[in-house]
């Protein structure tokens, strides 16, 4: 510990004696670290760990397919939810809505919300808890039940002014009384932008397999614990079949390539981001490896002005390994002042994607630098120092004293290795640019796909 702790100050006194070298170092990586946490926390809010939801991977979509009508992903219908909601085995939950607008008399100004009809275990599903009062009880998502709202939090700060008494409050939406019985926390909004929701209410009669066509709602669906896809999966193939076989349904499904299926929730939301998304993320490593090589020219380069210097604690009883070690001392210092100026790069850089993201696609989203984000961008600073450090140490590792004291400077066949090894560098970097450049036209193709993609559920609900 003490050795390491030696190399460390020896380290921040080399790269504060050459502050140029350490600019110009510690800029590129931080583009280059900054441009992957960018991208990063994006994959990461959308495909990996949406904000407001929790275990996203035990969350489903429900949805319809005609096969033969070329229908291939479409909503369900009452009687498609009953198969799910009532498989407790492998469904912890299950929640049906359909989106319904409510006009709010602020003053002289009407407002029109964007609201949602829920079945009662919609917030179950999404394991969404009220920041204020409750959620609604099954006895509330009946036909004739008194009208009830749950407010999101938004629409609770901006036209409710926040008041924390409003629970029991009555106001009036479409000209109808509406009891307020709950407000969600600022992190759930499902659909997303949703201002408030209100109980489906559907009659029974919705729910008899005469209405099984009738398909007008988006379903979504919690597993079980210990429960997978392939079980939802297969369950749905079952129920399918079954349906199939029912003389009710006068061979219709079998006609027309009826069937239900399941998609992962987050992929249904921004299955169409995915690919595009991806891309980026490959891209800008490549970014991140032509600035390594960039680093380890000049740290080549750095090595080669002190050769004496090596020579000289060699001489005095340095072993090689000691001096390889603090080259990757001084690598580590550079990477993760790097990746602090990285975070910084990174933080304006989301600000900006979404700024530039199609309004359907960054409207509502929480993309941020949470824990997920830093973990990543300490392990890639780590293995960038790995990257660009190891050449140089390992070339100071083999030094020989005694060629570099009559020698000099950037002499004989050390000097030689050296501009070979810098060359191979070049080729290296021209290399990985050409195939950013590629994946940089895949790229651009895939991004006419974000003008169609909205990653709210509202619109793919229709």
Same mark, same amino acid.
């Given at each position: 510990?003490?050795?390491? +702790?030696?190399?460390? %100050?020896?380290?921040?006194?080399?790269?504060?004696?050459?502050?140029?070298?350490?600019?110009?170092?510690?800029?590129?990586?931080?583009?280059?670290?900054?441009?992957?946490?960018?991208?990063?926390?994006?994959?990461?809010?959308?495909?990996?760990?949406?904000?407001?939801?929790?275990?996203?991977? %035990?969350?489903?979509?429900?949805?319809?397919?005609?096969?033969?009508?070329? +229908?291939?992903?479409?909503?369900?219908?009452?009687?498609?939810?009953?198969?799910? %909601?009532?498989?407790?085995?492998?469904?912890?939950?299950?929640?049906?809505?359909?989106?319904?607008?409510?006009?709010?008399?602020?003053?002289?100004?009407?407002?029109?919300? %964007?609201?949602?009809?829920?079945?009662?275990?919609?917030?179950?599903?999404?394991?969404?808890?009220?920041?204020?009062?409750?959620?609604?009880?099954?006895?509330?998502?009946?036909?004739?039940?008194?009208?009830?709202?749950? +407010?999101?939090?938004?629409?609770?700060?901006?036209?409710?002014?926040?008041?924390?008494?409003?629970?029991?409050?009555?106001?009036?939406?479409?000209?109808?009384?509406?009891?307020?019985?709950?407000?969600?926390?600022?992190?759930?909004?499902?659909?997303?932008?949703?201002?408030?929701?209100?109980?489906?209410?559907?009659?029974?009669?919705?729910?008899?397999?005469?209405n099984i066509f009738n398909e007008n709602y988006l379903a979504v669906a919690r597993l079980q614990p210990g429960m997978n896809f392939s079980n939802a999966a297969t369950f749905l193939k079952l129920t399918s079949e079954r349906v199939s076989d029912d003389p009710r349904t006068q061979g219709y499904p079998k006609a027309s390539g009826w069937g239900l299926f399941a998609v992962p929730f987050t992929e249904f939301v921004y299955g169409d981001v995915r690919t595009p998304l991806l891309i980026l993320l490959g891209a800008v490593s490549f970014v991140l490896l032509i600035a390594c090589a960039n680093v380890a020219g000049l740290l080549l380069a750095r090595a080669s002005a002190r050769a004496k210097e090596f020579a000289v604690r060699t001489a005095i009883g340095a072993s090689p390994w000691r001096l390889a070690r603090q080259m990757l001392t001084e690598s580590v210092a550079l990477a993760f002042v790097g990746m602090a100026l990285g975070l910084v790069i990174a933080f304006q850089a989301v600000r900006a994607l979404l700024w530039l993201a199609p309004a359907n696609l960054s409207t509502g989203l929480d993309i941020h630098l949470d824990l997920y984000v830093l973990l990543f961008t300490a392990l890639i600073a780590g293995a960038s120092a790995i990257i660009f450090g190891a050449a140089p140490a390992w070339q100071i590792a083999f030094i020989d004293p005694h060629q570099n004291l009559k020698q000099g400077r950037g002499t004989g066949e050390g000097s030689a290795g050296r501009h070979r090894f810098r060359s191979g560098l070049v080729v290296a970097e021209l290399s990985l640019a050409l195939v950013l450049l590629a994946s940089a036209g895949v790229f651009v193709k895939s991004l006419e796909k974000l003008k169609d993609v909205d990653s709210t559920i509202r619109r793919t609900s229709r």
């Open positions: 510990m003490r050795t390491l +702790l030696e190399d460390s %100050r020896y380290a921040l006194r080399m790269l504060l004696k050459g502050p140029g070298f350490t600019a110009v170092a510690v800029l590129t990586l931080a583009l280059g670290i900054g441009a992957n946490t960018a991208i990063f926390s994006v994959v990461n809010g959308l495909l990996l760990h949406p904000y407001g939801i929790r275990h996203p991977e %035990r969350l489903l979509a429900i949805r319809a397919r005609y096969e033969k009508l070329d +229908l291939k992903n479409i909503v369900i219908s009452a009687p498609d939810y009953t198969f799910v %909601r009532d498989n407790k085995k492998i469904f912890a939950a299950a929640a049906i809505q359909n989106q319904s607008n409510f006009n709010y008399a602020a003053g002289s100004w009407p407002l029109e919300l %964007r609201g949602a009809k829920v079945s009662w275990q919609w917030f179950d599903v999404f394991e969404a808890k009220p920041l204020l009062g409750r959620v609604f009880a099954p006895e509330e998502d009946q036909r004739n039940a008194d009208h009830e709202v749950v +407010l999101a939090h938004s629409t609770w700060k901006s036209i409710f002014g926040g008041d924390p008494e409003i629970i029991g409050r009555s106001v009036e939406f479409n000209q109808q009384p509406y009891k307020i019985i709950g407000v969600m926390g600022p992190d759930f909004e499902w659909p997303s932008q949703t201002d408030l929701w209100a109980p489906l209410g559907l009659a029974p009669d919705a729910f008899v397999l005469d």
